[in-house]
């Protein structure tokens, strides 16, 4: 089992930042992708932004020149730095790690969430 944690989710104004932490523990032996995810009231959750081991990225659209996503192999973390925050990134983001088991699949593991709100 692979425990996952965010933190760093606040209440922040339009044009502000704010820096999202994930943390994996566990058996975390053989982790590939990590990444985020946001859903906002009424709408299905959707791909943020996601990072591979060796440090190869993918944005949604929403997220390319505005959000910057790292990780630390070493502490098995994965970070979102969010930059001209607006009203639409309001929503729960959520951080995923993948994990590739001994059959060869890959397993997607979650976290609970944590809560991002932007005023206006």
């Known amino acids: 089992q692979v425990q996952v944690v965010e933190s760093g989710g606040d209440l922040v104004q339009a044009g502000g930042s704010l820096r999202l932490s994930c943390a994996a523990s566990?058996?975390?032996?053989?982790?590939?992708?990590m990444g985020w995810y946001r859903q906002a009231p009424g709408k299905q959750r959707e791909l943020v932004a996601v990072i591979t081991r060796d440090g190869s990225t993918h944005y949604a659209d929403s997220a390319k020149g505005r959000f910057t996503i790292s990780r630390d192999n070493a502490k098995n973390t994965v970070y979102l730095q969010m930059n001209s925050l607006n009203p639409d990134d309001t929503a729960v983001y959520y951080c995923?790690?993948?994990?590739?088991?001994?059959?060869?699949?890959?397993?997607?593991?979650w976290g609970r969430g944590t809560q991002v709100t932007v005023s206006s």
């Open positions: 995923a790690v993948d994990r590739a088991q001994v059959s060869g699949d890959v397993y997607r593991y």
């Open positions: 566990g058996s975390i032996f053989s982790i590939s992708g």
